[in-house]
């Protein structure tokens, strides 16, 4: 992660409360600093630096004695992921303050429903399965796995990162799915009315032809939504603490 990077992504994280979330926002392109090229000529090797953004502990945590940690490199990778949401744009644009903010939002919402006991857990081999199919729900979501690894490779994510991200994004819609509310089977009937009245990629196709993606996407808004609704919940049981430079 080159220093025009770092700077940026501190900028975008201030302290804040969920009940008045704010992020700042700048470029902080004056402070950012070139490694000079070595003297034999050849190109430099770019090595990831990472720093933490945010700590944060809740009781579904393990509490204040056994805080989280969100990376500015991770963090900033997942505001790609949800800037990649809105339209399936290139992964290496710049994202926003709102992507940012979004993204900090649903990792702190997925750690701590991942963390929550299930009553009736599923069996190892369903579970995986669960896992991988929500994977590929979320992965629907952004358009694609090319968007994904660029977007990680923006950011210098290892494969072993992104994969630790879907499994707690699973985890957590799992949990919503079977102690909260079932949102990963959706009928034909529930998918028939999004097609024709929600904003969605596939307008272009018609239903036969959209309906194993369609389901993935819609599978995916609905976790997230459970996630936001989830955290709107839990706002004064989280300590979020900024750690900015």
């Known amino acids: 992660m080159?220093?025009?990077?770092?700077?940026?992504?501190?900028a975008?994280?201030?302290?804040?409360?969920?009940?008045?979330?704010?992020?700042?926002?700048?470029?902080?392109?004056?402070?950012?600093?070139?490694?000079?090229?070595?003297?034999?000529?050849?190109?430099?090797?770019?090595?990831?630096?990472?720093?933490?953004?945010v700590r944060f502990y809740a009781p579904e945590t393990g509490g204040a004695a056994r805080p989280l940690f969100v990376t500015e490199r991770f963090l900033a990778f997942e505001a790609r992921i949800e800037a990649l949401t809105e339209s399936f744009h290139d992964a290496k644009l710049p994202y926003l303050e709102r992507h940012a903010r979004a993204a900090l939002e649903h990792h702190v919402a997925e750690e701590m429903l991942s963390r929550l006991p299930l009553e009736h857990a599923p069996p190892p081999a369903e579970l995986e399965k669960i896992i991988a199919d929500v994977s590929q729900a979320l992965i629907t979501r952004i358009g694609g796995v090319i968007p994904m690894a660029q977007a990680a490779a923006a950011e210098g994510l290892a494969p072993v990162e992104v994969d630790a991200m879907l499994r707690r994004q699973a985890k957590a819609a799992i949990y919503i799915d079977r102690?909260?509310?079932?949102?990963?089977?959706?009928?034909?009937?529930?998918?028939?009315?999004?097609?024709?009245?929600?904003?969605?990629?596939?307008?272009?196709?018609?239903?036969?032809?959209?309906?194993?993606?369609?389901?993935?996407?819609?599978?995916?808004?609905?976790?997230?939504?459970?996630?936001?609704?989830y955290l709107q919940t839990a706002r004064t049981r989280v300590r979020i603490i900024a750690l900015s430079r």
């Open 2 to 10: 080159t220093a025009r990077a770092r700077v940026r992504t501190r």
């Open 12 to 53: 975008l994280v201030a302290p804040f409360a969920f009940a008045c979330l704010a992020v700042l926002f700048a470029s902080g392109a004056s402070h950012a600093q070139q490694a000079p090229p070595p003297n034999n000529g050849a190109v430099a090797e770019r090595r990831a630096i990472d720093s933490v953004a």
């Open 179 to 229: 102690s909260i509310s079932p949102i990963l089977k959706p009928s034909d009937d529930q998918l028939r009315e999004v097609y024709r009245t929600a904003s969605h990629p596939y307008r272009a196709l018609s239903f036969a032809e959209a309906h194993v993606d369609l389901e993935r996407w819609f599978v995916a808004e609905r976790i997230r939504v459970a996630e936001s609704a």
